[in-house]
């Protein structure tokens, strides 16, 4: 079924051109209650790239979200060319539906060549090889998370700690969030493709070391969370149909925010991506 929802992911990413430097871009089958940010992300930096030549890869992605989008309808993407030269590009990318503003993005592309390398290390976690799937983790909580249940799963997930949703039904705490990812089946060999299926990714996770920290879960307790802005760096080149570690975990919440942040390692510990989101996260104690 993931490989099915793959095809989806890419078909949703096929973006069909719309007049000058604009596309317009769909929703899949199975959406929540508002357009899902990654979704909305991914397609920004697809129209940004598609804009941009295939020499120049991509740097950095920053999306500030202003409003939510209605699943039942097609997005608008308005690509500004903000600036070009031989090593790096910027654009600016508006996504409006029905005329409304639903969010900005500005995306850098840049080839850098050779210079000093390093990064931090990858956590110690179990190979994904005999974890646990998604659908596994689900199993008994099916009443408790219905919208994970039922939401597109173009990606495997296999966690090396528990999910929020078993870590509250031990009644623990994690202050952390470790996460393999992979395409359930081959990609195309489109370097935007990749880029783009891990900033979908990176936006399906992040938030959990929030609640998380407080012993909370989706579904058990009663959260309101929304995504305000959200800043993606690209380090080294994305291999999305192989295996990558997603590490995150929360430095603070206060006034009602909280911020998550994290990397994208591959299985050589190497760090392919760096991701810093914040959300508007509210607790309803007694609610759940």
Same mark, same amino acid.
């Given at each position: 079924?993931?490989?099915?929802?793959?095809?989806?992911?890419?078909?949703?990413?096929?973006?069909?051109?719309? !007049?000058?430097?604009?596309?317009? &871009?769909?929703?899949?089958?199975?959406?929540?209650?508002?357009? /899902?940010?990654?979704?909305?992300?991914?397609?920004? /930096?697809?129209?940004?790239?598609?804009?941009?030549?295939?020499?120049?890869?991509?740097?950095?992605?920053?999306?500030?979200?202003?409003? &939510?989008?209605?699943?039942?309808?097609?997005?608008?993407?308005?690509?500004?060319?903000?600036?070009?030269?031989?090593?790096?590009?910027?654009?600016?990318?508006?996504?409006?539906?029905?005329?409304?503003?639903?969010?900005?993005?500005?995306?850098?592309?840049?080839?850098? &060549?050779? @210079?000093?390398?390093?990064?931090?290390?990858?956590?110690?976690?179990?190979?994904?090889?005999?974890?646990?799937?998604?659908?596994?983790?689900?199993?008994?909580?099916?009443?408790?998370?219905?919208? /994970?249940?039922?939401?597109?799963?173009?990606?495997? *997930?296999?966690?090396?700690?528990?999910?929020? *949703?078993?870590?509250?039904?031990? @009644?623990?705490?994690?202050?952390?969030?470790?996460?393999?990812?992979?395409?359930?089946?081959?990609?195309?060999?489109?370097?935007?493709?990749?880029?783009?299926?891990?900033?979908?990714?990176?936006?399906?996770?992040?938030?959990?070391?929030?609640?998380?920290?407080?012993?909370?879960? *989706? !579904? /058990?307790?009663?959260?309101?969370?929304?995504?305000?802005?959200?800043?993606?760096?690209?380090?080294?080149?994305?291999?999305?149909?192989? *295996?990558?570690?997603?590490?995150?975990?929360?430095?603070?919440?206060?006034?009602?925010?909280?911020?998550?942040?994290?990397?994208?390692?591959?299985?050589? &510990?190497?760090?392919?991506?760096?991701?810093?989101?914040?959300?508007?996260?509210?607790?309803?104690? !007694?609610?759940?």
């Amino acid at each position: 079924m993931s490989a099915e929802h793959l095809e989806e992911l890419l078909t949703v990413l096929a973006l069909r051109p719309d !007049g000058e430097d604009a596309f317009t &871009g769909s929703h899949p089958s199975r959406n929540p209650v508002r357009t /899902f940010g990654g979704q909305m992300m991914a397609q920004a /930096f697809v129209a940004a790239s598609r804009t941009v030549s295939p020499k120049l890869p991509p740097s950095t992605l920053s999306m500030h979200f202003i409003a &939510g989008g209605d699943p039942t309808k097609d997005l608008h993407f308005q690509v500004v060319r903000l600036r070009d030269e031989r090593r790096f590009a910027n654009r600016r990318v508006d996504v409006t539906q029905d005329g409304v503003l639903l969010g900005t993005a500005l995306v850098s592309h840049l080839a850098g &060549g050779r @210079g000093l390398e390093h990064n931090v290390p990858a956590p110690q976690v179990p190979h994904p090889d005999g974890l646990p799937t998604i659908e596994d983790l689900l199993v008994g909580y099916e009443q408790t998370v219905p919208l /994970f249940v039922e939401a597109l799963k173009p990606i495997q *997930w296999r966690y090396t700690n528990d999910p929020a *949703w078993v870590m509250r039904d031990k @009644g623990d705490r994690l202050e952390h969030n470790r996460v393999w990812m992979t395409a359930d089946a081959p990609m195309p060999e489109d370097p935007v493709l990749h880029a783009a299926a891990l900033v979908y990714s990176s936006d399906t996770t992040v938030l959990d070391s929030i609640i998380t920290t407080h012993g909370l879960s *989706w !579904g /058990f307790d009663r959260i309101f969370a929304v995504t305000m802005n959200h800043s993606v760096w690209f380090h080294r080149p994305i291999c999305f149909d192989e *295996w990558v570690l997603y590490a995150t975990s929360s430095p603070v919440a206060a006034d009602s925010r909280g911020l998550s942040s994290g990397h994208f390692f591959d299985t050589d &510990g190497r760090v392919l991506a760096t991701i810093v989101q914040e959300g508007i996260v509210k607790h309803f104690p !007694g609610a759940g």
